[in-house]
């Protein structure tokens, strides 16, 4: 099993540390296979009632996925990506209907396959240090990893809003929308984890009794322009009518998205969309494949990869280059349903 996962047993209680500090714990095909095999071996396992999330050490619970492989995969052939992506989609699957509580700690940096394995999770914990995004139109990919099911599903436009400006939100925010089950002091986790892995079957109270009344949420104060201006699943107009509105916050979101890859932004409004009519989050995760197995391979991501991550010049040149150029016929394409051979599969677990 891989160093970059720790994986013990503490009183009744399953724990799986993240361990890849230097990479603020972002996760790499070996670490999902890691995850996936501790959580299979804890289903049946009677001593074990609970399961427990969080980093050893550093400052993020998980920052991502391992985005230099990915685009590096992607510019060849894209058969590594899409063994990444096959992966960890069906250990963020087997969160979603795993039959014990789990308790995701999201201390830190929470994006991307942080969100993955944290937004499936029964119990999700914020503090003050939670950072929690989607920021994959920045880079030309998209906001995966069950994104168009949970994004969908928060109040109001607030999900749409996320998905395009790449937004970060703290813990107060993250609580006070429903992405955090509980706020907490980030000196209190300690004594948390310990009273949780000794008595798995008091959670809700224990975390009832140690939970603090959050700051105020600054993304409340913005609901009325979020909801209004974002209210369009047709990107050129939310587009128009920030640049219509004339106020100081929206020309800020606007010269945000200025920044965001067009096509990727089309497919996030797009997921979000369809992510709401999704029957189950297997179906969603089965789209959300499809079109990861496309887009890694595409322009935007590897244009995107190069100017953030690698190259660092923050000027990515995207093509096509605004959104009216992002033709319905490429999202059709990029949306298309996989052959049945190549298709995701949620894990087959032997009971």
């Known amino acids: 099993m891989t160093s970059d996962i720790l994986t013990r047993v503490e009183g009744r209680t399953g724990v799986i540390s993240l361990n890849r500090p230097g990479a603020i714990h972002a996760l790499t095909t070996p670490m999902c ?4 095999e501790a959580l299979v071996s804890w289903i049946d396992d009677p001593a074990i009632d609970a399961v427990m999330i969080d980093h050893a050490e ?6 991502g996925g391992d985005i230099r492989m990915l685009a590096t995969s992607g510019a060849a052939d894209g058969a590594e990506a899409r063994e990444f992506f096959f992966i960890e989609y069906r250990l963020n699957h087997l969160l979603f209907v795993y039959p014990k509580p789990v308790i995701a700690f999201m201390d830190g940096i929470t994006m991307g396959g942080g969100v993955g394995l944290s937004m499936p999770s029964r119990y999700r914990i914020a503090t003050e240090n939670t950072r929690f995004a989607m920021p994959e139109t920045g880079i030309g990919l998209f906001p995966d990893v069950g994104g168009g099911w949970f994004l969908s599903r928060l109040p109001g436009r607030v999900g749409q809003f996320l998905a395009l400006t790449g937004a970060r939100l703290d813990g107060a925010e993250c609580h006070a929308l429903g992405l955090a089950t509980h706020y907490l002091a980030s000196d209190t986790l300690a004594d948390s984890k ?3 892995a000794s008595a798995p079957e008091e959670i809700d109270a224990i975390l009832s009794d140690l939970s603090i009344t959050p700051p105020p949420a600054r993304i409340l104060g913005n609901r009325e322009q979020i909801d209004r201006l974002f209210a369009s699943d047709r990107y050129e107009d939310i587009l128009a009518g920030l640049e219509g509105d004339g106020s100081d916050w929206s020309a800020k979101e606007l010269a945000t998205l200025g920044h965001k890859s067009p096509q990727t932004c089309k497919v996030a409004l797009r997921q979000l969309k369809e992510g709401a009519q999704m029957p189950d989050f297997a179906a969603e ?3 959300e494949y499809a079109i990861g197995a496309r887009v890694v391979q595409m322009h935007d991501f590897i244009e995107g990869v190069r100017a953030l991550i690698i190259e660092k010049d923050n000027a990515p040149r995207w093509n096509p280059a605004t959104a009216e150029g992002v033709s319905d016929a490429l999202l ?4 298309a349903p996989l052959p049945e051979d190549q298709a995701w599969t949620p894990l087959e677990i032997a009971r």
Do not use: K, V
């Not at 296979?33 to 996936?36: G, P, R, V």
């Not at 550093?58 to 920052?63: D, L, P, S, V």
């Not at 059709?332 to 949306?335: G, P």
């Open 33 to 36: 296979h890691a995850m996936t």
């Open 58 to 63: 550093g400052r993020g619970f998980c920052a």
């Open 194 to 196: 310990q009273r949780l």
């Open 285 to 287: 995760m089965r789209q």
């Open 332 to 335: 059709d394409t990029i949306f």
